[in-house]
Structure formats: structure tokens, C-alpha cells
């Protein structure tokens, strides 16, 4: 086995480094008129799945994402 010390439990600690740069994108993304790299489509997408997987849980049966979209 290994030991090393337990990850930090809260998200904006544990994430810190990924909410900056995330922060950033979108700030250069409204400075510069770019378009960010994830579209409103992409969030669509990955909320779809999380619901089909809440969903399959829920009913104790396999979801298809095309059920919840």
C-alpha cells in the first residue's frame, strides 16, 4: 500500500487551481469576444448524462441518456 496524506474534502480547495483557470478563460473569452471551449451544447450534453445516471440509479435500471433529452 501507499500512504500519503487525505485529499482536501472541500470542492473550491480541492479544485482551487481548476476554478482559476476556468475564471480566467472566461474573463479572456469577454475580454476578446472569443468563443469559450465549451458551448451551451457541451452543458447540455453533460447534464443529459448526470440525469440518466441519477435516473438509473433512482430505478435500479440501466438509463438511456436518449430518455432524458
Known amino acids: ?18 476554478y482559476v483557470a476556468e475564471l480566467t478563460a472566461f474573463a479572456e473569452c469577454i475580454r476578446t469576444g472569443a468563443d469559450p471551449l465549451a458551448s451551451g451544447a457541451d452543458g447540455r450534453a453533460a447534464s443529459a448524462v448526470a440525469l440518466a445516471a441519477q435516473c438509473s440509479i433512482d430505478e435500479c435500471r440501466p438509463v438511456r441518456v436518449a430518455e432524458i433529452s
Open 1 to 18: 500500500g501507499a500512504h500519503a496524506a487525505l485529499p482536501v474534502h472541500f470542492y473550491p480547495e480541492r479544485y482551487e487551481y481548476s
